[in-house]
């Protein structure tokens, strides 16, 4: 006769219907009745060596595959080191649940071990953020975390599960959603509104549509592609904390500040776009907007008053569709189309001619620029992105297919994490991750995660021995006199990863960078190229006068 299954076991197989391929955990008291109902379930379980790694890893997933991630975490201290990375997802827009085990209901307010006020730590860096009150409730708990996860603007939602919960007894009965209970709710924008939108947009000189981080995924960004096609109004997408800044776009700030009317496609207008003030605007742009939340369209009303002319309620994924449909191209709009796509891919032509002026160590465009050939070589390649200074001329010099940067929450340290669920998720492209020596050291011990799990990547460190953008703003607002603290050694982290089991090369010359990344990708481990690097500022592009045609439109 069968054991009745246990909340533990209603928990797995909720997970099993919303098709859930992969959890990032890592194990404690309070889940591991979780841990046990896994066996022979067929998802398989990546158990890493910090909370905040699940996270991330989970985050990666989701922005990789368009599937929800999820996380599985102990409770007390393994939710409160899981809880900074959710930050990270949360502005990254990134659909992941953070199921963390917790004390017993049954000995809550008497002291139980681990005992914490979970759901409330977790809700500012959450959509939605609860504890699960009895086994009846977990399925149509979890099918709701993961349906809001997926909703409106995506992002993390964390739910508690109380020991109790997962080793009561279900009964027989217990019913597990459908598959379709996990779908998300969407949002599509009112009958007409799409129509208005594109009307507006294309009644401007030099109008530009703007989409948020949730669009930058890979199928978001050939979405946001299509709809620049159909309408032939330039879509640019943002997910950096740099914002107009941002160097991967180029001299786009130029094109902003000309621009007559803007749709703000689920982007925030925070602090990204200078909260849509001149300079980084003109002082009389129109503003359009599509969001998801209310309170994101009243935050614009505040920012731009009544030139915020057109505000419609809806998500942007669904806006696209609609948008697309209604689209007419306009000819006439074909100079200003062209003019932002040039100013987004200009790059400094002094940048060909970049050389280190340090013997031993190369210039970050030296360092970088050889590894698109890699990205280049597979039609699923994944680029990651970390770091201060060298993420932004790593952003700044390579594209790939798949993308994932530590994005507006500007937070550092989960580019290993990024890789090794990017490994999870397509198990044969090239994972390229450039990371900063401080941003690397955040993580380290996640290389033995990708050794035990054979999960292969390579890793490019761009080590200048410092925490460089800390250094940079020394420099820059107290002058060279006053540094302190911000360096470091210049460590073999190549050493590092060969003592961990991996493959790791020092590179120290130009032309010793891709015949180092061949034997490194040709190991089949995981691998570190631990480069050495001139720490150079990030890097901020301009065509200036004369050399686009932004001064036309000024
Ligand atoms: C979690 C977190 N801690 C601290 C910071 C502040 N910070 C941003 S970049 C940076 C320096 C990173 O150093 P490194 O990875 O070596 O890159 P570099 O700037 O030297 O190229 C620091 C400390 C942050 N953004 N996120
Ligand atoms: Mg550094």
Same mark, same amino acid.
């Given at each position: ?167 009561? !007894? ?26 208005? !939108? ?11 549509? !703007? /989409? ?196 507006? /929450?500007?937070?550092?340290? /989960? ?140």
């Amino acid at each position: 006769m069968n054991a009745p299954p246990r909340g533990a076991d209603v928990l797995v197989q909720t997970l099993q219907s919303a098709g859930v391929r992969c959890i990032f955990s890592l194990s404690g008291n309070h889940i591991m009745p979780v841990y046990d109902a896994l066996n022979g379930s067929g998802i398989r379980l990546i158990h890493t060596r910090h909370e905040a790694a699940t996270v991330h890893m989970a985050d990666a997933w989701a922005r990789l595959t368009g599937e929800v991630g999820i996380a599985l975490v102990t409770g007390g201290p393994g939710h409160a080191n899981a809880v900074s990375a959710l930050y990270t997802a949360l502005m990254a827009e990134a659909p992941l649940v953070l199921l963390s085990g917790h004390a017993p209901n049954n000995q809550l307010g008497r002291g139980a071990f681990q005992e914490m006020r979970q759901a409330e730590m977790a809700a500012p860096v959450c959509k939605a953020s609860w504890t699960c009150a009895s086994t009846a409730a977990l399925a149509g708990d979890l099918a709701r975390a993961i349906r809001l996860a997926r909703s409106g603007r995506p992002g993390p939602v964390h739910l508690s599960l109380p020991s109790d919960v997962l080793e009561g !007894l279900a009964g027989a009965e217990a019913a597990v959603p459908a598959p379709g209970d996990f779908s998300p709710v969407a949002m599509p924008p009112a009958a007409g509104s799409a129509a208005s !939108l594109l009307s507006m947009l294309q009644q401007a000189k030099r109008p530009l549509i !703007l /989409a948020g981080p949730a669009c930058m995924t890979r199928s978001g960004r050939a979405a946001l592609a299509a709809l620049e096609a159909a309408c032939g109004i330039p879509v640019v997408g943002m997910e950096s904390p740099r914002g107009v800044g941002d160097p991967a776009l180029g001299a786009f700030s130029e094109m902003l500040a000309a621009a007559d009317t803007v749709l703000l496609l689920g982007k925030r207008l925070d602090f990204t776009l200078k909260f849509g003030q001149a300079p980084a605007f003109r002082a009389d742009t129109q503003w359009l907007q599509v969001d998801a939340d209310a309170e994101e369209i009243e935050r614009s009303r505040r920012a731009v008053g009544e030139r915020l002319r057109l505000a419609v309620q809806a998500d942007a994924a669904s806006t696209i569709a609609a948008l697309r449909e209604a689209a007419r191209a306009q000819p006439a709009q074909a100079g200003w189309l062209a003019d932002v796509r040039r100013a987004i891919a200009f790059r400094p032509p002094a940048w060909d001619e970049a050389r280190s002026g340090t013997a031993g160590t190369l210039h970050p465009v030296q360092a970088l620029r050889p590894l698109q050939a890699l990205l280049d070589s597979h039609p699923d390649a994944v680029f990651v992105c970390d770091g201060g200074e060298i993420g932004q001329w790593a952003q700044a010099c390579l594209s790939a297919p798949h993308r994932v940067i530590n994005g507006v /929450a500007g937070s550092i340290g /989960a580019g290993l994490s990024f890789a090794l669920a990017a490994r999870c998720a397509l198990p044969d492209a090239p994972v390229v991750a450039v990371m900063g020596d401080g941003t690397f050291g955040f993580h380290l011990a996640e290389i033995d995660t990708a050794m035990r799990y054979g999960l292969p990547t390579l890793t490019v460190v761009g080590n200048d021995a410092r925490w460089n953008a800390e250094y940079q703003i020394q420099l820059k607002d107290y002058g060279a006199e006053r540094l302190i603290g911000c360096e470091l050694r210049p460590m073999r982290y190549d050493l590092v990863t060969a003592g961990f089991g991996g493959h790791g090369e020092l590179v120290t010359r130009a032309e010793d960078l891709m015949p180092a990344a061949q034997r490194a990708l040709a190991s089949g481990l995981p691998a570190c190229l631990n480069v050495m690097l001139e720490g150079e500022a990030a890097p901020t592009v301009r065509m200036g006068p004369g050399v686009g045609a932004a001064g036309g439109h000024a």
